[in-house]
């Protein structure tokens, strides 16, 4: 089955730690993506990758870090420098770079313990 | 201004009657457009995209753009408790960095009622 993988489902963070959010694809979709939900607002761009060994910036970048050294692998890094860091982490992928829409992973929900 | 405008709701429907989910965007060069299902707790999964004026059906959703208007909607026809959920507005545009970027509503919360 075709799908993008995330986990852990739930985390949980210290305060001063660094934790890695994994996602997978085996779509073979080139454009990978982070997004933050918070309650109430839209999805938060953090970076994407529209290739691999290459990623960009989104919107809210700080306190975050990401590598893409393979097609099917676009784990985050919440470093402590993310002084708010609970939210649910949605993981996306995109076919190409035209109009295709994204399409989401499971999400992971990461709280401050 | 938000890009992306969505009324948060909640809306309320009986069961089989008609919901309608307007939203507007604020970007005249925006191409894409789509909508999203999300259920509490879970991942938005897509429903329907939508790429020129007009209607555009697909069971029992039809989804409606005016891009003079800068005006998307969607109407769920039939609807059933099943169909109570979160659905965003996603709008595609070109980035200021190249490429483009895809920026989501805040979403509007459905309720049907039995």
């Known amino acids: 089955d075709g799908g993008i993988t995330q986990s852990p489902k739930y985390l949980f963070r210290k305060e001063g730690q660094n934790v890695t959010l994994s996602c997978e694809q085996n779509l073979n979709h080139d454009a990978m993506y982070w997004y933050r939900q918070d309650p109430g607002q839209g999805l938060r761009l953090i970076y994407y990758?529209?290739?691999?060994?290459?990623?960009q910036k989104g919107d809210i970048a700080e306190g975050y870090s990401v590598s893409r050294e393979k097609k099917e692998s676009f784990p985050l890094t919440v470093t402590s420098a993310q002084k708010n860091p609970t939210a649910f982490y949605l993981c996306a992928s995109k076919e190409g770079r035209g109009d295709q829409p994204q399409h989401f992973g499971d999400g992971t929900r990461l709280s401050i313990l | 201004q938000k890009e992306v405008e969505q009324n948060s709701g909640p809306l309320s429907v009986p069961e089989g009657a008609i919901a309608s989910l307007n939203c507007t965007y604020s970007d005249r060069v925006s191409q894409s457009f789509f909508w999203y299902r999300q259920y509490s707790g879970k991942s938005p999964e897509l429903i329907m995209s939508i790429y020129s004026n007009g209607d555009k059906e697909d069971g029992r959703f039809t989804a409606q753009l005016n891009k003079a208007s800068q005006y998307v909607s969607l109407l769920i026809r039939d609807s059933q408790p099943s169909d109570s959920a979160t659905y965003l507005c996603?709008?595609?545009?070109?980035?200021?960095?190249?490429?483009?970027?895809?920026?989501f509503g805040a979403g509007t919360r459905l309720f049907v009622k039995a």
């Open positions: 996603a709008v595609k545009r070109p980035w200021e960095t190249g490429g483009f970027k895809t920026i």
């Open positions: 990758s529209q290739i691999v060994n290459d990623f």
